[in-house]
């Protein structure tokens, strides 16, 4: 079949088996052009594949010639019907990495299921015997709590009171202004449920009372802080409590591991073009004129960038920042007061008629497509593909 994307709302329905091959490759690329990395031999990434946690994967298994146990939940293709961006990137990395030294393994089901941690449990003793390194980044819009059977649902809302300010239609490059509404007790506990530590911590008991897990091991969970502009829909908001008890749960994992030398780390990353991100309010907008600023500085990074630094910091003896709460620093550059004094100014005056002028609009279109495999450079997109192979 002929594939093209096609959308629903702002979720992109379809993805580029082709197109998503030669986004990992590209990663590796970048990878495999900068310095080893010691430290680990075994590694499970949870939500291993997009974004961070696809980056978490290639880093291990190339800079760090480790083993990966890669865990996902993704939709698989049909003759009429691709499968989903996350599947074929999991495939493509284990096609392009089969002739290395590491090996890598996939599981393709619910990581909050007991069903999918035991699955992983038995792989781990016999393929890896333990994991020196856990890297938690799930996301997703709904959870079943496996010991309550509860189903808990996500959602985008302020706390307290709506908030409105501008967002952008990355499509078409129009500036809108956005009321978002605030979420009831129900809905914030919902997102903590989903989004917070209450999984990781689940995950590392189960790796621990397994004997699966290394002397000295690490986990890692990703979070985000960002700018006031940001805070009502995402720090102050539902998603931010879901980060505090992540946040907080990094602390609870530290001291349950402390018999092992083990540590709980939060990475608070930067902004990037997510699936994920693409769908908060505000958010693309912000993002559209960080990237303009941060291209023309020289301090861009992508996710490949960013987790690379962050593995070279934690494990090459890199020096990384810290902030108060001991939480590792990644969005360093972002967060450069003069940049962020300069993106309070541009937000002030940008409009749909000068958006070209004053941000990198047209770029995050870009990434957003490439993120289902689509607009990527050497690809021909007018081939008749097979959905169902990488």
Same mark, same amino acid.
Request: proline share 3%; aromatic share 8%.
């Given at each position: 079949?002929?594939?093209?994307?096609?959308?629903?709302?702002?979720?992109?329905?379809?993805?580029?088996?082709?197109?998503?091959?030669?986004?990992?490759?590209?990663?590796?690329?970048?990878?495999?052009?900068?310095?080893?990395?010691?430290?680990?031999?075994?590694?499970?990434?949870?939500?291993?594949?997009?974004?961070?946690?696809?980056?978490?994967?290639?880093?291990?298994? !190339?800079?760090?010639?480790?083993?990966? %146990? *890669?865990?996902?939940?993704?939709?698989?293709?049909?003759? =009429?019907? $691709?499968? &989903? /961006?996350?599947?074929?990137?999991?495939?493509?990395?284990?096609?392009?990495?089969?002739?290395?030294?590491?090996?890598?393994?996939?599981?393709?089901?619910?990581?909050?299921?007991?069903?999918?941690?035991?699955?992983?449990?038995?792989?781990?003793?016999?393929?890896?015997?333990? !994991?020196?390194?856990?890297?938690?980044? %799930? *996301?997703?819009?709904?959870?079943?709590?496996?010991?309550? =059977?509860? $189903?808990? &649902? /996500?959602?985008?809302?302020?706390?307290?009171?709506?908030?409105?300010?501008?967002?952008?239609?990355?499509?078409?490059?129009?500036?809108?202004?956005?009321?978002?509404?605030?979420?009831?007790?129900?809905?914030?506990?919902?997102?903590?449920?989903?989004?917070?530590?209450?999984?990781?911590?689940?995950?590392?008991?189960? %790796?621990?009372?397994?004997?699966?897990?290394?002397?000295?091991? =690490?986990?890692?969970?990703? /979070?985000?802080?960002?700018?006031?502009?940001?805070?009502?829909?995402?720090?102050?908001?539902?998603?931010?409590?879901?980060?505090?008890?992540?946040?907080?749960?990094?602390?609870?994992?530290?001291?349950?591991?402390?018999?092992?030398?083990?540590?709980?780390?939060?990475?608070?990353?930067?902004?990037?073009?997510?699936?994920?991100?693409?769908?908060?309010?505000?958010?693309?907008?912000?993002?559209?004129?960080?990237?303009?600023?941060?291209?023309?500085?020289?301090?861009?990074?992508?996710?490949?960038?960013?987790?690379?630094?962050?593995?070279?910091?934690?494990?090459?003896?890199?020096?990384?920042?810290?902030?108060?709460?001991?939480?590792?620093?990644?969005?360093?550059?972002?967060?450069?007061?003069?940049?962020?004094?300069?993106?309070?100014?541009?937000?002030?005056?940008?409009?749909?008629?000068?958006?070209?002028?004053?941000?990198?609009?047209?770029?995050?279109?870009?990434?957003?497509?490439?993120?289902?495999?689509?607009?990527?450079?050497?690809?021909?997109?007018?081939?008749?593909?097979?959905?169902?192979?990488?």
């Amino acid at each position: 079949m002929i594939i093209k994307p096609k959308f629903r709302g702002f979720i992109c329905t379809t993805s580029h088996p082709e197109g998503c091959k030669k986004n990992v490759e590209n990663q590796i690329n970048y990878v495999e052009s900068n310095e080893k990395i010691k430290g680990i031999k075994n590694v499970l990434v949870l939500g291993a594949s997009t974004g961070y946690g696809l980056a978490s994967s290639i880093v291990s298994a !190339v800079a760090c010639d480790a083993n990966v %146990l *890669a865990v996902s939940f993704e939709r698989e293709g049909t003759e =009429k019907r $691709t499968a &989903s /961006s996350g599947w074929y990137n999991i495939e493509a990395l284990k096609s392009l990495l089969a002739e290395k030294k590491s090996q890598v393994l996939s599981i393709n089901g619910d990581a909050f299921s007991l069903e999918i941690k035991e699955e992983a449990i038995e792989k781990i003793k016999e393929y890896m015997g333990k !994991v020196d390194l856990v890297i938690y980044s %799930l *996301a997703a819009p709904k959870r079943t709590n496996p010991l309550t =059977k509860e $189903t808990l &649902s /996500s959602c985008l809302k302020t706390i307290g009171e709506p908030f409105s300010n501008k967002t952008v239609n990355f499509h078409t490059g129009e500036i809108s202004n956005i009321t978002i509404p605030a979420a009831t007790e129900e809905e914030i506990k919902g997102t903590v449920g989903v989004m917070g530590g209450e999984d990781w911590m689940l995950w590392i008991k189960a %790796l621990k009372e397994a004997k699966v897990l290394s002397e000295g091991v =690490k986990t890692i969970a990703y /979070s985000y802080i960002g700018p006031e502009v940001t805070y009502p829909i995402y720090r102050e908001g539902t998603i931010g409590k879901a980060k505090e008890h992540l946040e907080k749960t990094a602390k609870e994992i530290t001291e349950y591991l402390k018999n092992i030398k083990g540590q709980g780390i939060i990475s608070v990353n930067k902004a990037l073009v997510t699936q994920a991100s693409s769908a908060i309010p505000i958010v693309p907008l912000y993002v559209a004129i960080l990237y303009k600023l941060m291209i023309e500085r020289g301090t861009h990074e992508g996710c490949i960038e960013q987790i690379y630094r962050l593995f070279n910091g934690v494990y090459g003896n890199k020096n990384l920042v810290k902030d108060s709460e001991e939480r590792l620093k990644l969005d360093d550059y972002e967060m450069d007061e003069e940049l962020q004094n300069e993106i309070v100014h541009i937000w002030e005056k940008i409009n749909t008629d000068n958006i070209n002028d004053l941000s990198y609009i047209n770029l995050i279109r870009e990434e957003f497509f490439k993120l289902f495999g689509f607009g990527v450079d050497e690809v021909d997109y007018n081939k008749d593909i097979n959905p169902r192979i990488v």
